[in-house]
């Protein structure tokens, strides 16, 4: 995922568009100003009054914008407005249908999250499970390792088994030098209280590429952290990377836990100082990754490189930067 930037006629058409949708939820938020003004100064390189902006046809949009491809973050973009204040609202829903429609743009997030905003949760959910990260995810093993490896691997997740051999390989990830990648991972594992793929709760290896992540980045694991890493996520993501986006922001933006694991009810966390700077300052580091860490990316070849070394190349830029 990399940022298309407007010409700021477009972006102002954008704009009156997102407050129309931001108002829709039924007031105006803190979380949804930041983000569109972080949205300003990372994006679209504008800087326009946000209480200024008056509503805008469907029409009207489709003729600022020509090109398909900005048409779509666009669209895209509606989709995480809708979620700033938490679960999106029917006339949110209807909003984004018609703005999606004028412009001519199918995305298929535009529905599940109309299904969530109707109340239909099973459709949402069914809907949205599988455009998900976690099915690719599951797709990859099952592609790579069979049908049988990757159940083994769910119920050790699940709490339902262990896999002793598997596990030690990562324990053994504790006696590399202090400096490297893995041993970064095996502190970040072990210092958090989360287990190795192979022990019980422990994600199956197509999954781990998430806490190498958070380790390559920087990024902490509080509800601000994950986040980030959702964003840093996407930005490298070659396959249905906004579903990255909103399969976090909805657990720890809108109240909504896609997750099997207990989460925090959080809404509106986006009203947190400076977090959407930081979360598209994520999008833009993890965009600049040359390859998809989510896809086959294979970590072993990886864990005794010192984790600077490793950062470089990968192309991660500085956190401080």
């Known amino acids: 995922m990399q940022f298309l930037h407007p010409d700021p006629k477009q972006a102002l058409a954008g704009l009156r568009a997102m407050r129309m949708l931001g108002e829709a939820h039924g007031t105006f938020g803190g979380a949804t100003r930041n983000l569109l003004d972080a949205a300003q100064k990372h994006i679209l390189r504008t800087d326009y009054d946000l209480d200024a902006l008056t509503p805008i046809t469907p029409e009207e949009l489709a003729k600022a914008f020509d090109d398909p491809e900005l048409a779509r973050q666009f669209v895209q973009g509606m989709t995480v407005v809708s979620l700033a204040e938490g679960p999106p609202t029917e006339r949110q829903g209807y909003l984004m249908t018609r703005f999606a429609k004028a412009l001519g743009v199918d995305e298929p997030a535009i529905k599940a999250l109309r299904q969530l905003a109707e109340h239909h949760m099973v459709l949402f959910r069914l809907d949205f499970m599988r455009r998900s990260h976690l099915a690719d995810a599951a797709k990859i093993s099952i592609r790579e390792k069979g049908f049988i490896a990757t159940a083994k691997a769910i119920a050790a997740f699940r709490g339902m088994r262990e896999d002793p051999d598997q596990a030690a390989r990562y324990e053994v990830l504790g006696k590399l030098p202090a400096d490297t990648l893995g041993y970064a991972f095996y502190r970040h594992c072990r210092d958090h209280g ?18 190498f992540t958070h380790v390559l980045a920087g990024y902490g694991t509080d509800p601000a952290g994950e986040v980030q890493v959702g964003g840093f996520t996407a930005g490298y993501k070659k396959h249905n990377p906004i579903f990255v986006i909103l399969f976090v922001i909805l657990t ?36 600049r990754v040359p390859i998809d860490l989510s896809d086959r990316w294979d970590h072993w070849a990886w864990v005794e490189k010192p984790l600077e070394e490793a950062r470089i190349e990968l192309k991660i830029a500085p956190l401080e930067a």
């Not at 022990?199 to 999954?207: C, D, N, S, V």
Request: charged content about 20%; aromatic content about 12%.
């Open 252 to 287: 720890l933006c809108a109240g909504v836990n896609m997750t099997t694991l207990d989460q925090p009810m959080l809404r509106g966390i986006f009203a947190i100082e400076g977090l959407a700077d930081r979360f598209l300052t994520a999008v833009e580091r993890g965009s």
């Open 194 to 211: 989360f287990a190795f793929p192979g022990e019980k709760l422990g994600f199956p290896e197509a999954g781990v590429y998430h806490d």
